[in-house]
């Protein structure tokens, strides 16, 4: 027994330093440098200011009766960007005005607070829920407490409630939006430029395979691989809807200093993404032995050479993420990606002409195999008008997968 509880004891001594490290890490990662824990540190702060200065103004300078309700309403009000703050301060004014109307009701009604209570507290929970109101959904009962709780629901009680929960929302909103407003672009580029290198390396990795002969368990992890790309790619669209949702309705971004880089266009995801897709489709090709795929020597050669230059491409895709000081200057890198994407066709058109003579067992399976590393090559060239790397291009897709 005295041997399990020790043993028990180091368990738990691990787990908490392992917790302690790691808010020693947030902490210093805050005060030394930008990032997610700093962004959370000047929200924290924000919503602390809020809800003292609400508290001055109602509890302090008014003298109000129901001063709580503006520090509670500027807290709840900080959200991650200025467009959620408008929208939760809607959402929240309109369930506090249906919850305080509701349990006022039931407390003229009953008289009694136990009673007024339980006739109130379910509709209001049942208010809650309703999806229009999202996370501000709770404050439909938690104000209907704080009227029954109190017995403050007399006609100059109600005013006094909503004036104080208008108060604490302006305040709020005032200080998200003009206060080190949050513009989230740092994990967009993040994962922009993950997206980009994570599918180089594998490229290399499997044309690395490829020339040194692979087994059927290393072709599987590369699929692995692939397949965990669509969980960036997932990652990426949430982000794009957090960047794109902290750039409206934000009245202090001009104040700040741009995010250096900006970030790529919108349909870079899009056609990253389709990338990603095509690029997984080619190593199933390689890993699954139900697809019938058989390769000689030549095709090998050759379809080594395509993926290792299309891993090229895909590194310099991370160019328009960096910043401007590190940056390839745009011609240069627009050059470097068209002389890598032109070695893949050329090893294409190789791959194809070796696989013209195969036998009609395995025609099937080549055929996939050319389509998919077309296909491939065809939304890396996408990837090359989409990208910053260059300007958009006038030169039709075909012309220039034909090129050299």
Same mark, same amino acid.
């Given at each position: 027994? %005295?041997?399990?509880?020790?043993?028990?004891?180091?368990? !738990?001594?691990?787990?908490?330093?392992?917790?302690?490290?790691?808010?020693?890490? &947030?902490?210093?990662?805050?005060?030394?440098?930008?990032?997610?824990?700093?962004?959370?540190?000047?929200?924290?702060?924000?919503?602390?200011?809020?809800?003292?200065?609400s508290w001055a103004v109602a509890g302090w300078w008014w003298d109000a009766p129901m001063a709580l309700m503006a520090p509670w309403t500027a807290l709840f009000l900080m959200q991650n960007s200025v467009y959620r703050s408008l929208l939760s301060a809607l959402q929240q004014f309109t369930v506090v005005v249906l919850g305080t109307l509701l349990a006022a009701a039931?407390? *003229?009604?009953?008289?009694? %607070?136990?009673? =007024?209570?339980?006739?109130?507290?379910?509709?209001? *929970?049942?208010?809650? &829920?309703? =999806?229009?109101? @999202?996370t501000q959904g709770f404050a439909a009962p938690t104000a209907a407490l704080f009227v029954l709780a109190y017995g403050s629901y007399t006609s100059a009680d109600i005013a006094h409630r909503f004036l104080e929960t208008l108060l604490g929302a302006a305040i709020g909103i005032s200080m998200n939006a003009l206060v080190l407003p949050p513009v989230h672009a740092r994990r967009l580029l993040h994962l922009h430029r993950q997206l980009s290198l994570s599918s180089a390396e594998l490229l290399h990795t499997v044309a690395d395979g490829l020339a040194d002969g692979y087994t059927e368990k290393e072709a599987q992890g590369w699929f692995d691989s692939a397949r965990r790309l669509s969980d960036v790619t997932a990652g990426l669209r949430e982000a794009r809807r957090w960047s794109d949702e902290s750039n409206r309705v934000n009245p202090g971004l001009r104040l700040r200093r741009r995010v250096e880089p900006a970030p790529p266009p919108?349909?870079?995801?899009? !056609?990253?993404? @389709? *990338?990603?897709?095509?690029?997984? &489709? *080619?190593?199933?090709?390689?890993?699954?032995?139900?697809?019938?795929?058989?390769?000689?020597?030549?095709?090998?050669?050759?379809?080594? %050479?395509?993926?290792?230059?299309?891993?090229?491409?895909?590194?310099? @895709? #991370?160019? &328009?993420?960096?910043?401007?000081?590190?940056?390839?200057?745009?011609?240069?890198?627009?050059?470097?990606?068209?002389?890598?994407? =032109?070695?893949?066709?050329?090893?294409?058109?190789?791959?194809?002409? =070796?696989?013209?003579?195969?036998?009609?067992?395995?025609?099937?399976?080549?055929?996939?195999?050319?389509?998919? #590393?077309?296909?491939?090559?065809?939304?890396l060239l996408t990837a090359m008008d989409t990208d910053a790397l260059a300007p958009r291009s006038a030169t039709p897709l075909s012309e220039q997968y034909a090129g050299g």
């Open positions: 027994m %005295t041997a399990y509880l020790r043993r028990r004891f180091h368990i !738990v001594a691990r787990a908490l330093a392992w917790e302690a490290h790691a808010i020693w890490r &947030s902490i210093r990662l805050a005060a030394t440098e930008p990032g997610a824990e700093r962004d959370t540190a000047v929200q924290s702060l924000k919503a602390a200011g809020a809800a003292l200065l039931a407390g *003229v009604l009953t008289h009694h %607070t136990m009673a =007024a209570m339980a006739l109130a507290l379910p509709l209001t *929970v049942l208010l809650g &829920s309703y =999806a229009r109101f @999202g919108t349909e870079w995801d899009l !056609v990253w993404a @389709g *990338v990603t897709e095509h690029l997984s &489709s *080619v190593i199933r090709m390689l890993s699954d032995p139900a697809e019938g795929l058989s390769l000689g020597p030549d095709q090998t050669k050759a379809l080594g %050479t395509l993926l290792r230059a299309a891993g090229d491409a895909c590194r310099l @895709g #991370t160019s &328009s993420t960096q910043p401007t000081s590190r940056r390839p200057r745009d011609g240069h890198a627009h050059r470097d990606f068209r002389r890598s994407l =032109a070695r893949a066709s050329a090893a294409h058109r190789r791959l194809t002409a =070796a696989c013209a003579w195969r036998r009609r067992a395995s025609a099937l399976a080549a055929g996939g195999l050319l389509t998919d #590393t077309r296909r491939l090559l065809t939304a």
